[in-house]
Nanobody, 118 residues
C-alpha cells in the first residue's frame, strides 16, 4: 500500500485546514486508516483513526475540533481540522493498517507540515 498525503500549510489560530490521503496498491488489505502527528522534538502520536466499518477514535487533544472521514470509492481518508491551535503545529502522517491473511502490517505517507501561528 502506498499513501500520498496533501493539504498541509500555514494558518492562523482559529482557522481550518483539511488534509487528504489517497491510498494505492493493495487497497483490499486496508483495515483502518488514520492520522498521526509529530511535533519538533516529540514522538509521533495518534490523532485520529477510522476503521473499515466507520468507527472513529480521536486523541483527547483534538476531540470536538477534528473530524476524520473516509471515502472508500476514492480510497481517500480526510482530516478536517477546525479551530486550530499553535500546539497543533506538527508534521502530520497518514497511516493505513493492513492485513493479508494473518499478517498484519502498516503503511505510512510522506508527511505534510501543518503550522499554526498565534
Amino acid at each position: 500500500v502506498q499513501l500520498q498525503a496533501s493539504g498541509g500549510g500555514l494558518v492562523q489560530a482559529g482557522e481550518s485546514l483539511r488534509l487528504s490521503c489517497t491510498a494505492s496498491g493493495s487497497i483490499s488489505s486496508i483495515n483502518a486508516m488514520g492520522w498521526y502527528r509529530q511535533a519538533p522534538g516529540q514522538v509521533r502520536r495518534i490523532v485520529a483513526v477510522i476503521t473499515d466499518g466507520g468507527s472513529t477514535y480521536y486523541a483527547d487533544s483534538v476531540k470536538g475540533r477534528f473530524t476524520v472521514s473516509r471515502d472508500k470509492a476514492k480510497n481517500t481518508v480526510y482530516l478536517q481540522m477546525n479551530a486550530l491551535k499553535p500546539e497543533d503545529t506538527a508534521v502530520y502522517y497518514c497511516n493505513a493498517d493492513t492485513q493479508v491473511g494473518l499478517v498484519l502490517g502498516d503503511a505510512w505517507g510522506q508527511g505534510t507540515l501543518v503550522t499554526v501561528s498565534s
